[in-house]
């Protein structure tokens, strides 16, 4: 069929790649997870006309400036006078695409080093872990609510402010698809936003944070989700906030110490029942020095506390809504709250829920 169009003139050398659009007279339309649309339509090809891409997306009613095609396929449908008549099927996907300087620009707009003046501080430390947070999925505006509680928390003042950024702090780790390290696709979700979003959080819990404690560091690990992407961005909070501490890694753990407690951080989705034994063996000086030893994860959106042999393993749960996965699997019934934690110098004082 194809042949017998080229030798009556009709443009469909690279079909594949380059249709047509003129009339359609049906059309159907079906979205994937990714954000990917498939549109199926009948076209009608003037003799002698010559179309680009653009055409074709036009001629399924897409606008080629928010779409792109990824794939088309056109079969002969029937013959007339004045022109040929192709059913086509295409493949299109939203236009989001970052070029590696956007990719940078996004992480790097505006900054410039910020100095917080201290307003006031106190005797004990607080530890704010922030695991599973989504930011695509999630948005600064749904967790507004949770951040002025936060910041409400640290107005009375700490000698040391922990930030905890546990995994999984965005929800895809691409800026061009929606899709976890290991390459799971996900519902599609608008990454740029999610960066911007992600800032802004962090922006206003570190300038709270630098206000009412003379001291504040940020410890971070991936997650299953955002392993790059989270490093990325725990990179970039060095440079805007360099009177806070950031300790970044590539690792899956890490520990830190608070006056004689002890902390082993970690995302939760590799060696989670290993963890009281890797504590003490990866970081034996923390744990050694510490009266009091805790152990932080998430990864399964939901809390839960052991204390066994005196080591406290807190599974954190996270404050973002169900996702359509969620939904689909029944993974609805935990509690979605944050938890911070007040320690004084060698155990736990107070638990704040938010």
Sequence with gaps: MRQKARKAGYPFSNLDRKSVSSHTKKHTQSWNADGVQTSETIIKVIKGQKMSDEDLLKAHGYDPDKFILANAISNFWKQ????????????????????????????????????????REGRHSLVVPLFD????????????????????????????????????????????????????????????????????FYDEILKSALANSPKVDV?????????????????ALADRFPQVGVHNTNEYRQAYQIDKVGILLGHGDKAQKKLPMLFATEYPFIWSQSNYREIHYGHFHKEVTNDDYGVVTRQIGTPKLNDPYEKANGYTMATHKLQLFEYGIDRLKATYEI
């Design 80 to 119: 007339t006078p004045e022109a040929t008549l192709f059913q086509t099927k295409i493949s299109i996907k939203p236009k989001n695409e970052v070029s590696a300087n956007e990719y940078v620009d996004i992480f790097n707009s505006k900054i410039e080093p910020l100095q917080i003046n201290l307003i």
């Design 219 to 235: 410890y971070s690990v991936g997650g299953n989700h955002d392993e790059d992407m989270a490093y990325m961005f725990t990179d």
């Design 133 to 200: 947070l989504h930011f695509g999925i999630m948005t600064f505006e749904l967790y507004r609510e949770q951040l002025a509680e936060i910041e409400e928390i640290m107005s009375r003042g700490f000698k040391h402010i922990v930030i905890e950024q546990g995994g999984d702090l965005f929800h895809s780790d691409f800026m061009n698809k929606t899709q976890t390290v290991k390459g799971t696709q996900l519902d599609h979700v608008d990454m740029v936003k999610a960066v911007k979003d992600a800032k802004h």
